[in-house]
């Protein structure tokens, strides 16, 4: 099973509908999920004012996680003014907001209350569906404890009433139930088809979605079959899709892509939960958006799509932290309208207790006032855990692409190195060996033509271009061969780099070192620092026109300096574009990956100086 236990209370939760309301109207309405009538009659029309409206106001905001707007309206009701069934009604949405925000001891005392008035005004189907409200929020003992099997009193009641809509969702939670008790997994199948079966009888579509969905993960939580999981998933999504539930559709669809991720189809989880994605509500569905983004981040990781996952990663903790303001600002809210419950109960027992009872009432508040500011003061701690865990994920994000990018510049840096090999050597026994025969034969023809005293017009001009191009040629070829020495080491590779241009070029070249002796540096610095010298040396020789040039390599504790002079022509170097001087760019693109500084000194006439320094 791959599913986390919170995710799979968070999903299950926002499957479990249930159609209380205030009216027979409104109730129908709910039941069979008209939600853009209700909004149009709750929202759009004038005469709302009554407590019932609001009633049926506070189950909206509820069936979309509106919390905080549900606690508002439930602040703005006067309970000393509600008849049985309103009460009835106020204390089942006032528990069912509880429950949405994780207040579990607070949901089952409102629970209870509810369970109470529905009870008085002989509505038992109602009663019988807060006994598994209460089995949802009670089942973890150490939120609550109550020595009652509410589930077991549900099923009860489900077979004396013979409803067969409460009967569907007990053979939803007997299916989850078998996978306990038994050693065999056929049992959850079982109840599977007898929640179909019932939905013959009294057909709902709203509900029929909601079986095709607990049908799709048995093939995700008990046995892994890709097909039928996205089979019934895709049934739930079209009824939801059907019935303008896009946020019920967008659970399927993250589903989906959870159950890809768990057989390593990244690609393919991308891209179902994507299609989640498009369909949460980013106003006010904070959550279910956060577990999205976390989901993608390590989707996108596992593909080694770094930027993906930083993205998506910033994205969780953004929504992460509207979570958290909108959990306080939902804490002040139901702080307001606890005040306005106390006030009311206390109304309500004026003339009928003591006024001991009284004090009591007010004491009571002040503690309500006391465990508000505490979870104030939680709900603040929480946020500095959250900023601080926020800074180590980004910090390791950024620590990952870092690694990342070193790789890729190693693998540039072995990639040149071999292109530089095959270059030299192309340029040595390809071109340069065509080059030599030709220019045998044209040394052949000028003896013939000048012995005959008849060379064409133009030829002398022809000639000295081949053996400009030639001594190039060899040079170029000489200068890229001139790789490290055989002992790998900096100092006598530089030496003879400096030999080999004084030899086949016009440039004298001086060599000098201020390093110690059997002084090594790291063997990837020094290739870095031969190859930047090296690219260096090959400007001055093709482009300076200098007759001597110098390299001057000098060692301190923490820095290498580099110092590479010639008495050229020298360049105006604020007329030289980068993209136009493909040797400057690569010099510098090796300087800045060992974290060092580039200066040029050099204007027309007076030669240049190249200044490098690199921290070691």
Do not use: C
């Not at 900096?490 to 440039?507: H, M, V």
């Amino acid at each position: 099973m791959f599913f986390t236990k919170t995710l799979g209370v968070f999903i299950l939760s926002l499957l479990s509908f249930s159609s209380i309301a205030q009216t027979p109207e409104i109730d129908s309405l709910f039941e069979h999920n008209k939600f853009e009538t209700l909004e149009d009659l709750l929202f759009q029309s004038e005469a709302l004012d009554s407590t019932n409206f609001k009633l049926a106001k506070t189950r909206y905001h509820n069936t979309f996680k509106q919390l905080e707007e549900s606690f508002k309206v439930l602040y703005s009701i006067d309970t000393t003014l509600l008849d049985p069934k309103q009460k009835a009604y106020y204390f089942y949405n006032l528990a069912e907001s509880f429950d949405m925000n994780s207040n579990f001891d607070l949901a089952a005392l409102n629970y209870t209350k509810a369970q109470i008035y529905f009870k008085e005004i002989g509505d038992l189907v109602r009663y019988n569906r807060i006994n598994l409200d209460l089995f949802y929020t009670v089942a973890n003992e150490d939120i609550y404890q109550k020595p009652v099997d509410y589930l077991d009193d549900f099923q009860q009641m489900a077979i004396e009433l013979n409803d067969p809509m409460q009967m569907v969702d007990l053979e939803i939670e007997l299916a989850y139930m078998s996978l306990e008790s038994q050693d065999s997994t056929t049992g959850f199948l079982d109840h599977i088809y007898k929640a179909y079966r019932y939905l013959e009888k009294d057909p709902n579509i709203y509900k029929l979605g909601n079986v095709h969905t607990y049908h799709a993960m048995y093939y995700t939580d008990v046995v892994i079959q890709k097909d039928s999981a996205e089979f019934y998933y895709n049934k739930g999504i079209d009824i939801y899709q059907q019935l303008g539930l896009p946020h019920k559709a967008a659970l399927g669809y993250f589903s989906m892509g959870d159950l890809n991720s768990f057989t390593g189809d990244y690609e393919e989880a991308v891209y179902w939960t994507k299609k989640a994605n498009n369909l949460r509500n980013f106003n006010y569905d904070f959550e279910l958006t956060a577990y999205i983004n976390q989901k993608l981040a390590k989707d996108y990781k596992a593909l080694n799509q770094l930027d993906s996952a930083y993205k998506y990663l910033n994205e969780t903790l953004l929504y992460r932290d509207s979570i958290d303001i909108t959990q306080q600002n939902i804490t002040l809210t139901r702080f307001e309208a606890e005040k306005k419950e106390r006030q009311n109960l206390v109304l309500e027992k004026k003339n009928e207790r003591s006024e001991s009872i009284i004090y009591g009432s007010i004491g009571a508040f002040a503690l309500l006032i006391f465990l508000s500011i505490a979870t104030y003061q939680n709900a603040k701690k929480k946020q500095l855990l959250i900023q601080k865990n926020k800074a180590l994920e980004i910090s390791k994000i950024e620590e990952e692409l870092k690694e990342q990018e070193i790789k890729a510049i190693d693998a540039l840096v072995v990639g040149q190195e071999k292109e530089r090999a095959r270059l030299a050597s192309d340029l040595h026994d390809n071109i340069g060996s065509n080059f030599t025969a030709i220019k045998s034969y044209f040394d052949h023809l000028y003896r013939e033509l000048k012995a005959k005293d008849s060379k064409p017009l133009g030829f002398d001009r022809a000639y000295d271009l081949l053996e400009q191009t030639y001594q190039d040629i060899r040079s170029l070829a000489h200068l890229k061969h001139s790789g490290l020495m055989a002992e790998n080491e900096l100092i006598p590779a530089l030496s003879t780099l400096s030999k080999n241009i004084s030899s086949f070029s016009k440039i004298e070249v001086d060599f000098f070192h201020f390093i110690p002796t059997g002084d090594r540096l790291d063997d990837k610095l020094e290739l870095n620092v031969f190859r930047i010298i090296q690219e260096t040396m090959a400007n001055v020789v093709k482009h300076s026109q200098a007759t001597t040039a110098s390299i001057s390599l000098t060692k301190s504790d923490d820095l290498l300096n580099i110092i590479i002079e010639d008495n050229g022509v020298g360049f105006n170097k604020n007329k030289i574009e980068e993209k136009e001087s493909f040797g400057l760019q690569s010099i510098k693109q090796r300087v800045t990956y060992l974290k060092g500084e580039f200066t040029i000194d050099s204007a027309e006439g007076n030669g240049t100086t190249l200044i490098i320094d690199i921290p070691l």
